[in-house]
Nanobody
Framework: QVQLVESGGGLVQSGGSLRLSCTAS????????MGWYRQAPGKQRELVAR???????EYANSVKGRFTIARDNAKNTVFLQMNSLKAEDTAVYYC?????????WGQGTQVTVSS
């Protein structure tokens, strides 16, 4: 089994910043990618940002230029720096890990942006 522990969520005013962290532990073999997804009330879970082991990144159009994903391969940790936050960024953010076999998910961390 793989465990993902997230931290860094909270309440912030519009225009503010937050940094999410997620550390993986357990039966980790060769990680293909790690990423962040989010789910707002009444909406489907969506990709926010994803980074492959080789460093290639991808972002949702809605967060490009505001969010930055980074990874510490040695510590199996992925970060999401979120700047210029907007009310529409309010959601539960989930960490995701891809390796051979099923994906793994964190428990989620709430991000609330007040306007």
């Amino acid at each position: 089994q793989v465990q993902l522990v997230e931290s860094g969520g909270g309440l912030v005013q519009s225009g503010g910043s937050l940094r999410l962290s997620c550390t993986a532990s357990g039966r980790i073999f060769s990680i293909y990618a790690m990423g962040w997804y989010r789910q707002a009330p009444g909406k489907q879970r969506e990709l926010v940002a994803r980074i492959r082991s080789a460093g290639m990144t991808e972002y949702a159009n809605s967060v490009k230029g505001r969010f930055t994903i980074a990874r510490d391969n040695a510590k199996n940790t992925v970060f999401l720096q979120m700047n210029s936050l907007k009310a529409e960024d309010t959601a539960v953010y989930y960490c995701n890990l891809e390796q051979n076999g099923p994906d793994y998910w964190g428990q989620g961390t709430q991000v609330t942006v007040s306007s």
